[in-house]
Nanobody, 124 residues
Framework: VQLQASGGGLVQAGDSLRLSCTDS????????MAWFRQAPGKEREFVAA????????LYADSVKGRFTISIRNAQYTVYLQMNSLEPGDTALYYC??????????????????WGQGTQVTVSS
């Protein structure tokens, strides 16, 4: 699994961004995928998760209704569509993967593979 994240940028409050995470190793179809974020001086926090096959999804309460996680199988790519962005969403966003397991424990320690971060900055 070789994850490469992209799509971050500087936007204004209320704008949208779509983050992409591509597995260039083409081995993630039996994995669970997730997005995490880390703001300066804060712990890395869970944002959203999806099962590669089966479609289970889960969202942090802070992004529910605004963010959508999805997968494009053919491109081995996971997306995070972020709408109605708020200054509190400013962080370095990471995609992560783990071998498929029981659909629980979404702490960062449960994920084995990480992409490089992509910065999202939301101005007020």
């Amino acid at each position: 699994v070789q994850l490469q994240a992209s799509g971050g940028g500087l936007v204004q409050a209320g704008d949208s961004l779509r983050l992409s995470c591509t597995d260039s190793g083409h081995s993630s179809r039996n994995f669970d995928m997730a997005w995490f974020r880390q703001a300066p001086g804060k712990e890395r926090e869970f944002v959203a998760a999806i099962r590669w096959s089966g479609g289970n999804t889960l969202y942090a309460d802070s992004v529910k209704g605004r963010f959508t996680i999805s997968i494009r199988n053919a491109q081995y790519t996971v997306y995070l569509q972020m709408n109605s962005l708020e200054p509190g969403d400013t962080a370095l966003y990471y995609c992560a993967a783990r071998t498929r397991r029981v659909w629980s424990d979404f702490h960062s320690r449960a994920y084995n593979y990480w992409g490089q971060g992509t910065q999202v900055t939301v101005s007020s």
